[in-house]
Structures are given as C-alpha cells and as structure tokens.
C-alpha cells in the first residue's frame, strides 16, 4: 500500500517509531564508535607498559649477549593472552630471542622499525628501544591482537540491541497515547463528514476537543456545516416558492414566456400554448420572432436591443401570428428577469388575447363614426337655418329671438365640437387622421378660439397674453381643435367661474403654449392617466361635469403627430395648467 494511502493513526505511529528508532541508532552508533576509540587508546597504553616492563627486564640479558635469558624474559609475555608474538633485536638491528620459540622467523620483520605502537591492520604493534643508561642496547618488538576490543564491542552492541529493543517497545507503547491526540480530532472530523456526505445530514458536528490548530479546523467545520445548513434551508424554501411560482405560471390565463437577450424563447406556459397554437417542446430554442408578423420585426428588434441596454419596456397593445398563421390582437407586458447580481439575463413576456375586445372596440368605434356621422349633416342644416333666423332677429330688432337663437347657436356649436371629437376619435383609431401641415400666425387663432369661448361661456374671463408675431408650421384646424378643448375643459372644471388664461411664451426656437385655469385641480394618480382614452377622473366633484373622456386623449394624439406631447402641472382644488410647445417657424 502507498505510505500515503496508509491510515493517519498507522501513520503516525510509523513516524514516531521511525523518528525514534532513527534517533537510537545514531546515538548507539556514536557512542559505539566513541568505545572504539577509546578501547584501543587503552589497549596501546596497556601494550606499551607491558613492553616498557619486558623491555626493562631485557637489558642485561641483551648486555650478556644472552639469548636463552632473553627468551625466558620474552616467555614472561605468556601471561597476556593477546600478545600473539614478541622479539629483541640487538643493537645492530639483528633478531636476538623470538616468542613463541615456534614461530618461525620470517613471522618477524627482518629488522627493526620506526620506535612506537601503531594498530597495522587487526594487530596493534610496537618497538620499543631497550636502553642501558644513554645506550641503546636494542629493540624489543612487540605485537598485540585486538580480540578484547571486539569482545568488548560486542558485548557493548548485545547490551545496545536488548536496549533498543526495550526502548523501541516503550516507544511504541507511548506512541499509541500520543498519536491519538492527533488523529482522535481528525477521525471524528472524518466520521462526522461520512455521515454528512452518505446521510446528507447537515446537523451532525464534529466534537471540539482542544483549541491548537485542529480544534481550529473543528471549529470551521462545524462553521462551515452550519452555513450549508442555513443555505440548504435557503434552497429549499426558493426551491418551494419556485414550485409555487411555477404552479402560478401554469395556472395562469395569460400566456407566459420567458426568452433571453438574443430573443430565444426559455420557457412557455400552458395557457401560451392555447393562445399561439404552439406546444412548449416544438417552440422552447426558436426565436421569438416565429411569433412576431414581418412588419413588426423591426419594433421587436428595438425592444431587444432596448431589453440589452436595460431599458425598462412596460406595457403595449400588439399583434403576433399563431401557428396557423392568423393573426391575434395582443396586450403585451414585457419585464426583464435578472439574476442574483442584478444583471439582466432575459425577459418575461406576458401575453393576453385582446382580439375580441378589438373586435368589440372596433363595432364600438364604427356605432360612433356612423352616429357622429349621421348627426352632422341635419347638425350642420339646423345650424345653418339658426344662422338664417338669427340674421333675421337682427334686422327684426326682436331681442327675445335674438337671444334664444344665439342661445341656440352656442349649444350647436358645442355640439359641433363634439361630434368633430367623435369622427376625429374614429379616423385616428383607424389611422385615417391626417395633418396638414401650413405656416401660420398663432395670435389670430388663439383670439378667434378664445372670443368663441367667452362668447359661449359669458361667466368665466378669459385672456390671452403674449402671442403675436409668432407664425408655427402645423396643421391649423387640429391646433384649433387643442385649444377648444382645452379652453373647454378649463371652463368645464372651474365652477366658480374664476380667470383663465392663454399664455405663449418663447422659448428655445420653440413657443410654448399653456391654458391656466383656477378651477378644481386633478390629483397626482389621475395627471397619469388623463390622455388615455375614455379615461375621466371619478369623484364627487366632477361627476355633474359631462363628458366621454376623449378631449384629453385627442389633444395628446394631435400633438404626438406634431412630434410634441402635452404637460400638466396641476394640484387638487388650486387650478391647473395644460401646456405644449410647437418649433416657431
Ligand atoms: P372629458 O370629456 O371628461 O372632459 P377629457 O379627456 O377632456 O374628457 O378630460 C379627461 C378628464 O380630465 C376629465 O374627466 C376631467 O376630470 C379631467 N380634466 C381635464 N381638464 C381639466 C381641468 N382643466 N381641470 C380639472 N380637471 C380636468
């Protein structure tokens, strides 16, 4: 098995035998090398006495000549059982007496050598030179085994080796408590993840048992647990509310679609299916313009690339195709999906079939247009006989005809202006308004709007300031129809009569226009919607004003075809100021 793959509690335990066993050689081996060492430094102090004695004991026996003496003195050596052969030169360096008398000469060297002791291989020798006084009378040779050092060394290494064995086996005995400090924390960590990763149990904890780097680690574990914990806890309900949502989505009336950035559809509910015809798997992966006829394709790729810059794109009437190619009137509510970050990574579309409330709004625009129609010409014959007779009452002098019929007249002509309102409502429906451009003095249309208004509305005082000299290219007639409107509205809802006041005022190449009236005022969430069609405020105070909600709607059309767009400043009881500007020609 690799040493890597070996469990920590073996492992550790090899370490400190091994660190230890280590340590134990090394130092018996220097203590042995130190015996060594010192073992021979006694034996040549031993050797070199015993041959000082001899050497001593040899000078008469070398003075005499007498080598039967000297072999006597040198048979003395027997007593040492290391010195394995002895030898007396005499002065001339010839071998005088041998030991053992057996050995035979060539054992000894030929003559003597440099004067000491020295270890020649297995052997420790020596020549000592035997003196007489200052006379050197020869020398003694003298040669010594070393089977004491080795006797020694041996005993020493039989005593090292039953040590080691004892201290290698305490050693193993205190390496078992030790290692567990270390790997107890680790095992239970180690146990404590199993159960984590095979029982996907997050609320098991590893058990804390000191505060050094391994209580450390512990504490991050059991960290570390408790945040999977919380986040598990996270998932789970995101994945629940998730489920929620997607039972919403599917429940839902409206067709949902979810569709990236580049315009791929992502998901694709039940109820889309029943709009668009097309079930989820054939048209999850297509682009979204499978639905989108040819000449919107370019609007569809606005919002897109709108959608990618971040542009927040809300709420629109539409058409999409189905999948057997007819054509569906849609309500369309687009709102972009983000991520965690905040970055937009897709939108949501919500879809609603609007076609047969089209269809509805179309037959109601077409009652309208025929009515209206209808209306005008006898409208049109009975203002031209009040004309007559009011012609008539003049030169008559009869006062009483006289007003009656201006009455009459003013009724018609409000009459005029609201059944103008209705065609004007239909043409634009259906896209048959169109503007005729004409460079023109603004003064003497205001004057002539404005002298209408007073004449049919004696009560109220309203002024016009500023306008004169200033010529604007635009269609004449649908300027006019704005500032009756407006100037009609202005009266409509002021009911204590009160100023109003027509104001141009120039600004930037362009010339502003606002109608100022003191009247009753429109809360903030209304001045949202008082250009949507058929839209009217509702409350106690304007529900004996009549009206369709379209005068608003008309003027903002106008403008918009005008490339302007009409402003409201207005507070509730203090008056308001319609305004719209127009480029000065
Ligand atoms: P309406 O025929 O109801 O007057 P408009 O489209 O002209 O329709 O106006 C929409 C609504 O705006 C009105 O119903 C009225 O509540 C409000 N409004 C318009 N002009 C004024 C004004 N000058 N002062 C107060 N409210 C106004």
Redesign the pocket.
């Known amino acids: 098995m690799n040493y890597k793959d070996i469990p920590i509690r073996r492992k550790l335990m090899g370490a400190i035998m091994f660190i230890t066993s280590v340590v134990l050689l090394v130092m018996c081996g220097v203590y042995m090398l130190f015996e060594y060492s010192s073992y021979k430094n006694t034996l040549k102090s031993n050797v070199s006495a015993l041959g000082a004695v001899i050497a001593t004991n040899s000078t008469a026996a070398l003075a005499f000549q007498s080598s039967a003496d000297a072999a006597e003195i040198l048979n003395a050596l027997k007593a040492n059982k290391n010195i394995v052969a002895a030898c007396l030169y005499d002065a001339d360096g010839r071998l005088f007496a041998t030991y053992p008398a057996s050995l035979a000469v060539k054992d000894f060297p030929a003559t003597p050598q440099k004067d000491g002791y020295r270890f020649e291989g297995e052997y420790l020798i020596g020549f000592q030179p035997v003196f007489e006084k200052e006379t050197v009378l020869g020398t003694l040779y003298i040669k010594s085994e070393m089977t004491v050092i080795y006797d020694q060394l041996t005993s020493f290494l039989l005593i090292a080796l039953i040590m080691l064995s004892l201290l290698l086996l305490v050693a193993y005995v205190l390496s078992l408590q030790v290692q567990k400090i270390i790997s107890q924390p680790i095992l239970s960590l180690k146990s404590t993840a199993t159960v984590v990763s095979e029982m996907n149990d997050y609320s098991v904890r590893a058990v804390k048992t000191s505060n050094d780097e391994l209580g450390a680690l512990t504490g991050a574990f059991n960290k570390m647990l408790d945040q999977i914990e919380v986040q598990n806890m996270e998932i789970k309900d995101a994945a629940a509310e998730n489920s929620k949502l997607a039972a919403i989505v599917d429940s839902s009336n409206d067709a949902i679609i979810g569709m990236t950035l580049d315009g791929v559809i992502s998901s694709w509910n039940d109820a889309a299916t029943q709009l668009f015809k097309y079930q989820a798997d054939e048209i999850i992966g297509q682009s979204i313009m499978t639905l989108v006829p040819a000449e919107l394709q370019d609007e569809e790729r606005r919002i897109l690339s709108g959608l990618r810059k971040g542009e927040h794109i809300s709420h629109f009437e539409t058409r999409r195709l189905r999948k057997d190619g007819k054509l569906r009137d849609i309500s369309l509510t687009i709102s972009p999906v983000k991520d965690s970050h905040g970055n937009i990574t897709g939108s949501s579309k919500i879809a609603r079939d609007i076609s047969e409330k089209k269809l509805e709004e179309q037959r109601k625009n077409d009652f309208i247009a025929m009515v209206s129609h209808e209306l005008k010409t006898p409208l049109t014959s009975i203002r031209s006989y009040i004309q007559v007779l009011l012609a008539k009452a003049k030169t008559e002098d009869d006062s009483f005809k006289l007003s009656a019929l201006t009455r009459a007249d003013a009724q018609s002509k409000k009459m005029t202006t609201m059944i103008n ?1 209705f065609l004007n409502l239909t043409r634009l429906e259906e896209g048959k308004i169109h503007i005729t451009k004409e460079v023109f003095e603004l003064h003497p249309l205001i004057a002539e709007v404005a002298g209408d208004a007073q004449f049919l509305n004696a009560s109220h005082n309203i002024k016009f300031e500023g306008c004169e000299g200033i010529n604007i290219d635009a269609d004449k007639d649908k300027i006019g129809q704005v500032l009756i ?2 100037l ?3 009266v ?3 009911p204590n009569n009160g100023l109003i006041t027509i104001n141009c005022q120039v600004i930037d190449g362009r010339v502003k226009v606002s ?1 100022k ?1 003191h ?4 809360g903030k969430e ?1 001045q949202k919607k ?2 949507d069609r ?6 106690a105070k ?1 529900k004996t ?11 903002s059309e106008i403008l918009r075809y005008h490339d302007s767009k009409m402003e ?1 400043e ?1 507070k509730e009881g203090s ?2 100021t ?1 305004s719209f500007s127009l480029p000065i020609k």
Do not use: H, Q, T
């Open positions: 309102d409107n407006l009609s509205n202005a409509k809802y002021s109608v009236d009247g009753i005022g429109i209304d008082l250009f058929f839209y009217r405020v509702e409350n304007v004003v009549s009206g369709f909600g379209i005068g608003l709607y008309l003027v409201v207005s008056g308001s319609f």
